[in-house]
C-alpha cells in the first residue's frame, strides 16, 4: 500500500478521542487507509452490511479492536449507538473510525450526536509529494485521485468524467443537492470555467436560470463534496478599495481538465486558463500538505482594485505568508517587485513567489521556490 502521510495524524486522533471522523471525496483513499489500520470493517451503504452490524453489536462493542464504519452519513441510525457506546465508557479512546464522502457541514448527525466525542480528519486525493517516482507535471495533468491514472494507465480523462457524472446522478442528490442532475452538469463545467477567478453568482445564475441566492447554495454542497475550495479575501485594514468575493477553485487538476476538455498532456500548455489551473493546484498543494501534517491553515487571497494581488495568504504560527505562483522557470524581477509591494500592503512576514525553478533562493523572509521547494520550507516551519 502506497504511505500516507496522514496515516500519523490518524493515528494521533485515535489515541486522543473515542472515535474518528475520516472525511473526503470518493476514491481519495480513504477505505484503503482504514483497513490498514483494522480489519473490523462495516460498509454502511449496503443493506447487508448493516445487518451484520446490528447482529455484531454487543460483540464489538466489548472487543478492543478498532471498528470502521465506511460511508457512515448512509445510515443515521447508527449514530445515537455510536454515542451510547462512546458514553458507557468516556475514557476508551480509538474505538471507532466513521468515514464519509461529504464534510461535516453535510454531516448533520455527527455534529447533532457525536459533538465532543470525535476528531476530525481530512484526506485529499494523493499529494503531489506521496508520489516522488511521479513527475509533478503528471500529478498536476491527472490529478490525486489513485484510479485516475495518476498511478499509470489510460484511465484519464474518462475516469473523471464518469466520476463527476456518478456525483451528479446519484451521489449530490443523495446528499440533499435539489438540482436536477443536467442543471448539476452545466453548473460543474460553469465553475470550471470560472477556476481560479472572482466568484460572480449572479453571472453564473443568469447563465443557469437561477438566482444568485441557489447558485451559492448549490456551491456550498459542491465544497462539502470536496469538489471546490473557496479562497475568502483577505481584508487587512488599508486605504486601498479591495475585492471582496472570493474566488473559487476545483480542488482536483485531474477533474478540473476533464471538464475542460482536456485530453492529453501536450495540449495543457497551450490553453488559455492554463496559468490559472497551475495557481489553483499549487495552492492546494500547500494547503493540503499543512493539512496532512497536522497545521491546517486557513487559505485566502488578496487584491485590490488596481491590481495588487497576492494568490495565497495564510496564518502559520507566528508568521502571516504570502505565496504568488508564476507558470514560468525564469520569473522576472517585476513579477517579483510586484508581489512584494502587494505583500508589503499587508506586512507579510514570509514571502515565496512559486515559479517551475531548479533552485530554491530563500533569506528567511522571502524568495523564489519550486513547489517542492516551497513544501520544504513549510516543513522547516512545522518542525
Request: without cysteine; charged residues 20%.
Given at each position: 500500500m502506497l504511505?500516507?502521510?496522514?496515516?500519523?495524524?490518524?493515528?494521533?486522533?485515535?489515541?486522543?478521542?473515542?472515535?474518528?471522523?475520516?472525511v473526503g471525496p470518493r476514491q481519495s483513499g480513504k477505505t484503503t487507509l482504514a483497513r490498514a489500520l483494522s480489519p473490523v470493517y462495516f460498509d454502511l451503504e449496503q443493506p447487508g452490511e448493516r445487518l451484520r452490524l446490528d447482529v455484531q453489536w454487543e460483540a464489538l462493542m466489548v472487543q478492543r479492536k478498532l471498528v470502521v464504519l465506511d460511508e457512515a452519513q448512509a445510515w443515521p441510525e447508527v449514530f445515537p449507538r455510536l454515542r451510547g457506546a462512546i458514553d458507557a465508557d468516556r475514557k476508551r479512546a480509538g474505538?471507532?473510525?466513521?468515514?464519509?464522502?461529504v464534510s461535516p457541514a453535510l454531516m448533520h448527525q455527527v455534529s447533532e450526536s457525536l459533538a465532543g466525542r470525535l476528531g476530525l480528519v481530512e484526506l485529499a486525493p494523493l499529494l503531489a509529494a506521496e508520489l516522488p517516482r511521479v513527475p509533478l507535471a503528471e500529478r498536476w495533468l491527472r490529478g490525486g485521485f489513485p484510479e485516475g491514472g495518476v498511478m499509470g494507465g489510460g484511465r484519464f480523462p474518462q475516469w473523471q468524467s464518469d466520476y463527476l457524472t456518478l456525483l451528479a446522478q446519484?451521489?449530490?442528490?443523495?446528499?440533499?443537492?435539489?438540482?436536477?442532475?443536467?442543471?448539476?452538469?452545466r453548473l460543474l463545467r460553469m465553475t470550471a470555467a470560472v477556476h481560479g477567478q472572482i466568484w460572480n453568482a449572479s453571472q453564473v445564475g443568469q447563465s443557469l436560470g437561477l438566482s444568485y441566492h441557489t447558485v451559492n447554495s448549490y456551491l456550498d454542497f459542491l465544497e462539502g463534496a470536496f469538489l471546490l475550495r473557496r479562497l475568502p479575501p483577505w481584508l487587512p485594514n488599508l486605504k486601498k478599495r479591495l475585492i471582496r468575493s472570493p474566488r473559487v477553485y476545483w480542488r482536483d487538476s485531474g477533474l478540473l481538465h476533464a471538464l475542460l476538455g482536456l485530453r492529453e498532456a501536450g495540449e495543457l500548455?497551450?490553453?488559455?486558463?492554463?496559468?490559472?489551473?497551475?495557481?489553483?493546484?499549487?495552492i492546494g498543494q500547500v494547503v493540503e500538505w499543512l493539512a496532512a501534517r497536522g497545521r491546517p491553515?486557513?487559505?485566502?487571497?488578496?487584491?485590490?482594485t488596481d491590481g495588487y494581488e497576492v494568490d495565497l495568504v495564510f496564518k502559520l504560527g507566528r508568521h502571516l505568508w504570502a505565496i504568488e505562483v508564476k507558470l514560468t522557470s525564469s520569473p522576472a524581477q517585476a513579477d517579483y517587485a510586484r508581489f512584494n509591494a502587494a505583500a508589503d500592503l499587508f506586512d507579510a512576514d514570509r514571502r515565496v513567489l512559486v515559479a517551475q525553478v531548479n533552485e530554491t533562493i530563500f533569506n528567511g523572509k522571502s524568495g523564489i521556490a519550486s513547489l517542492p521547494g516551497l513544501l520544504e520550507l513549510l516543513d522547516k516551519e512545522i518542525a
Open positions: 504511505a500516507r502521510v496522514i496515516t500519523a495524524l490518524v493515528k494521533e486522533r485515535l489515541s486522543d478521542y473515542p472515535a474518528v471522523g475520516l474505538r471507532f473510525l466513521l468515514l464519509g464522502s446519484r451521489d449530490l442528490p443523495v446528499w440533499g443537492l435539489p438540482a436536477k442532475p443536467a442543471v448539476t452538469d500548455l497551450h490553453q488559455p486558463w492554463v496559468g490559472a489551473s497551475w495557481e489553483g493546484f499549487v491553515v486557513a487559505p485566502h487571497f488578496f487584491r485590490t
